[in-house]
């Protein structure tokens, strides 16, 4: 059911993302879960060094304001297909914004919708519910979801209380921050105070007991001489999810190798949590890449 609805928001274009290590300005508009949120970029100065989403952003603004020139629905033969791109009329401020429509209830016409370029759902009745105007087709996906590497605290035995996420939401939601991308796949994300930039605002959260920070295996390997051997068993563990035989493998290439240099602008290219896609090929270039951080992290420690 959500998966088609994301399939048909491919419809219109996306919003080019940013690089790893980049640095970029925005809004949180939606909190999916504690670590799931949704950031829109926001408008900068042409003094800052990155305005290439400027001219989307208003032209998304002023097409916003033009489909609630007219605040009538059109209900007269209007069909409400799952999957469905639409204009949804926000209860909140009674304003029309783009949506997909995610579930049918035609027993008590209503449907639930995703304002995709926020993130937020909402249950509407048919009379809140119009289609899409053709322009709509023509502008880009304002919104990105994103990952944060956050963990439910210890005390909490690794299970997001509803208290976190009171908390969370408390802390973040609606904020101008400042987002520093930290994997690409899926997108993961820091924050830090769109005003005070020194405030790392997911260490805030930390430091108040809230949550636990997540260590993040970037999509580019990170500075290599902080790999130690138990963070390598954690990323074959919990990520890879290595088999005996490749466990063996891996110490048979470190063990019997002569040389297994590290190669620091090596960059893997697997996204971790789809390693059951790879070839056998792949999965073997995975072991090998795998072999070398071990090699290189146990030949730091003598």
């Not at 970029?24 to 999916?32: D, L, P």
């Not at 029309?96 to 639930?112: D, F, G, I």
């Not at 976190?164 to 830090?192: M, W």
């Not at 005996?244 to 048979?252: P, T």
Request: with cysteine; net charge negative.
């Amino acid at each position: 059911m959500i998966g088609q609805a994301f399939h048909s928001i491919s419809q219109c274009p996306q919003l080019e993302f940013v690089h790893l290590n980049d640095i970029f300005k925005a809004q949180i508009t939606h909190i999916e879960s504690p670590d799931v949120i949704y950031l829109q970029p926001a408008l900068v100065d042409s003094s800052d060094q990155d305005i290439r989403w400027n001219s989307k952003i208003l032209k998304f603004e002023k097409f916003m304001e033009k489909i609630n020139e007219n605040s009538k629905p059109i209900v007269k033969d209007m069909t409400f297909e799952e999957g469905k791109l639409i204009e949804g009329n926000y209860t909140e401020d009674n304003r029309w914004y783009r949506a997909v429509l995610v579930k049918n209830y035609p027993h008590c016409n209503m449907c639930l919708v995703i304002y995709f370029d926020f993130g937020t759902t909402e249950l509407l009745p048919y009379d809140r519910l119009r289609p899409m105007c053709p322009e709509a087709y023509d502008i880009p996906v304002m919104a990105w979801r994103c990952h944060l590497p956050l963990l439910p605290p210890e005390k909490y035995e690794q299970k997001w209380t509803s208290e976190i996420q009171h908390n969370i939401r408390d802390r973040l939601f609606g904020l101008p921050v400042i987002a520093r991308v930290v994997k690409l796949k899926p997108k993961t994300v820091l924050l830090f105070d769109g005003i005070d930039s020194n405030i790392n605002l997911l260490k805030a959260m930390v430091d108040e007991g809230i949550v636990q920070l997540a260590s993040v295996q970037s999509d580019e390997q990170c500075d290599h001489e902080e790999v130690q051997v138990s963070k390598l068993y954690h990323i074959a563990d919990i990520d890879c999810q290595l088999t005996e035989q490749e466990y063996q493998e891996i110490e048979n290439l470190v063990c019997n190798a002569p040389d297994l240099p590290f190669i620091k602008d090596e960059k893997p290219f697997w996204s971790l949590g789809y390693e059951n896609l790879l070839t056998k090929e792949q999965r073997r270039e995975m072991i090998v890449y795998l072999a070398r951080l071990l090699f290189y992290s146990r030949k730091r420690q003598f």
